[in-house]
């Protein structure tokens, strides 16, 4: 079975712009969580989606906001970016049914802003 | 609230050293406990985990027991390789918080 991918692996922005990264998590899991993971803060919650919708959100500024499709596949956008948001960015997925603790990442996408 | 509390690295052995890297935890609760490992431009990959309290983790030689009475998770490995250097992060999930709380990380390198 395939695991968690997120394209793209790397990405260079400049400030100001936006972006948007894409996680596709393991077939047959629903939940999808998005972290943020910097040398200064570490491993941070961003937000968690189960079918479709927001089931829980980090302490994370309006500017990063996430959405996911009827196939679980799951995107994260952040606007106006800003040099703190240089990171990578970590999904993972999750089964449901008293198992969504046992998560799988992904490769992570490495987000520069210059 | 919840949090771990993790042991500053970073850590070198020698090849065939034992490992001890403690972790400590703060929740309400029946927290589930974890260990993590990120390899070099990789993402996490679950090394162990425990559920409930006195159980004990294991996987590839690495062990650890969630201790209630001290709050601890620490991990072991009794004998390092070279292959076992890595950034190790200790984590904990809450049911109703439905996401990681993580440590800090231990980056731990084995030299020949």
């Known amino acids: 079975k395939a695991g968690v991918t997120q394209t793209p692996r790397y990405l260079i922005k400049t400030r100001g712009q936006q972006v948007t990264l894409s996680c596709s998590p393991i077939s047959g899991h629903r939940s999808v969580s998005w972290y943020q993971q910097t040398p200064g803060q570490g491993l941070q919650f961003l937000f968690e989606?189960?079918?479709?919708?927001?089931?829980n959100k980090g302490n994370f500024p309006g500017r990063f906001s996430g959405r996911q499709f009827s196939n679980s596949r799951s995107e994260m956008n952040v606007s106006t970016l800003e040099l703190g948001d240089s990171a990578l960015y970590l999904c993972?997925?999750?089964?449901?049914?008293?198992?969504?603790?046992?998560?799988?990442f992904g490769p992570g996408t490495r987000l520069t802003v210059t | 609230g919840n949090s771990v509390t993790q042991m500053e690295g970073p850590v070198t052995l020698s090849e065939e050293a034992f490992l001890t890297i403690n972790c400590t935890y703060t929740?309400?609760?029946?927290?589930?406990l974890f260990w993590y490992v990120q390899y070099p431009g990789e993402g996490l990959q679950l090394l162990l985990k425990a559920t409930k309290a006195d159980d004990k983790g294991s996987n590839k030689g690495f062990e650890a027991t969630y201790r209630k009475e001290t709050t601890s998770f620490h991990l072991e490995k009794g004998s390092v390789q070279v292959s076992d250097s890595a950034v190790y992060f200790c984590a904990l999930w809450k049911a109703g918080a439905n996401n990681l709380f993580f440590g800090t990380g231990t980056r731990l390198t084995v030299i020949p």
């Open positions: 929740a309400t609760g029946y927290p589930s």
């Open positions: 993972a997925s999750s089964l449901e049914r008293g198992r969504e603790y046992e998560q799988y």
């Open positions: 989606y189960f079918s479709e919708t927001q089931r």
